[in-house]
């Protein structure tokens, strides 16, 4: 049974001839396999459609696809499909308000609405999850490397079903990617984990110097001398952050590293259990209940952030014992 928004967004896929299909700014797996399967999907499924992916490329993910020029004159008559982004300020390579339709399909907590067309499920693991659902639900056939991407996506979101995969639903996704469209698994995870070793002892840094409050609270600051000792730039803590979901007396915990090339503070943040995203939207951030990012302008901004953190640690722990 097709439901009523995929059949929506079934048929403005079919009425628009150019589309440009675009996501949150810093391309993570979800993102990038979500966008690059769904122009897949579009185009082998569809006849004389010009199907477009923005933004900014990144190296160590070529696998999922290759970024097009997407320029104003493009957008004016075009469809967007915005991909695993709640807020139109973090679009990657494109304007918004020059499109003539939009769709959004997202699993993160809404921030702006985007259009009467939104398909968001904040219970999915992921959008690769979405997308790959709404292509079988619509009986669209999978290329093979779309099913590649969609699967990276979902292994990427979870972490290898270590969050937010308790919906069998998640699992049923991956099983039809793996059976019916042949993903090696295997083949996909060198993609996705392999790392240097100046990623893991960066890691080996984060862990020695993290500062862990008795509210359970977990930071680490890292300076760019820090960085440039450990051979790494700033973007390669996010991958890392997960690692510190199952350690005992750690509710939440943050890492702010120095990014001088942009002059701000890089944020990243998860928590297994305090919801945080509504404190990092104050500062210009945000991203899931659990999972945060900000660009802080100092370390000052860093150390209110910790109190902050701190203290809703400590009212989550309160809580916990009533
Ligand atoms: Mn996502």
């Not at 701000?264 to 404190?279: D, E, M, Q, Y």
Request: proline fraction near 2%.
């Amino acid at each position: 049974m097709v439901k009523m928004m995929e059949e929506k967004i079934l048929e403005l896929i079919e009425s628009n001839k150019r589309i440009v299909i675009a996501r949150h700014v810093g391309g993570d797996p979800d993102a990038l396999g979500a966008t690059f399967a769904l122009k897949e999907i579009i185009l082998e499924n569809f006849k004389n459609k010009e199907v477009y992916v923005a933004g900014t490329s990144i190296s160590r993910f070529k696998f999922f696809g290759a970024h097009d020029k997407v320029t104003d004159e493009m957008c004016y008559d075009s469809l967007l499909i915005a991909l695993d982004i709640p807020d139109i300020k973090r679009l990657d390579g494109v304007d918004y308000y020059k499109f003539k339709k939009v769709i959004k399909i997202d699993h993160h907590p809404e921030i702006d609405k985007f259009s009467n067309n939104e398909m968001i499920d904040i219970d999915a693991s992921s959008t690769c999850e979405l997308i790959a659902k709404f292509c079988y639900d619509c009986n669209l056939k999978m290329p093979k490397h779309a099913a590649e991407n969609l699967f990276m996506g979902i292994i990427a979101d979870t972490n290898r079903f270590l969050f937010g995969a308790n919906k069998a639903q998640t699992y049923e996704m991956v099983l039809r990617l793996i059976r019916d469209e042949h993903v090696k698994p295997n083949e996909l995870y060198e993609i996705l984990y392999k790392r240097s070793i100046s990623e893991v002892r960066l890691e080996g840094f984060i862990s020695l110097n993290m500062n862990v409050t008795k509210n359970g609270l977990g930071y680490v600051r890292i300076t760019d001398e820090d960085l440039k000792k450990y051979g790494v730039d700033s973007a390669s803590i996010g991958s890392i952050m997960n690692n510190y979901n199952f350690v005992h007396g750690l509710i939440c915990w943050v890492v702010f590293t120095e990014d001088v090339k942009n002059n701000v503070i890089r944020t990243s943040a998860r928590s297994r259990g305090v919801r945080i995203n509504k404190l990092f939207e104050q500062y210009n951030g945000g991203g899931h209940v659990y999972a945060c990012g900000a660009k802080l302008k100092d370390f000052s901004e860093a150390d209110e952030i910790i109190d902050k953190l701190d203290e809703l640690c400590k009212e989550y722990k309160e809580d916990e014992l009533k």
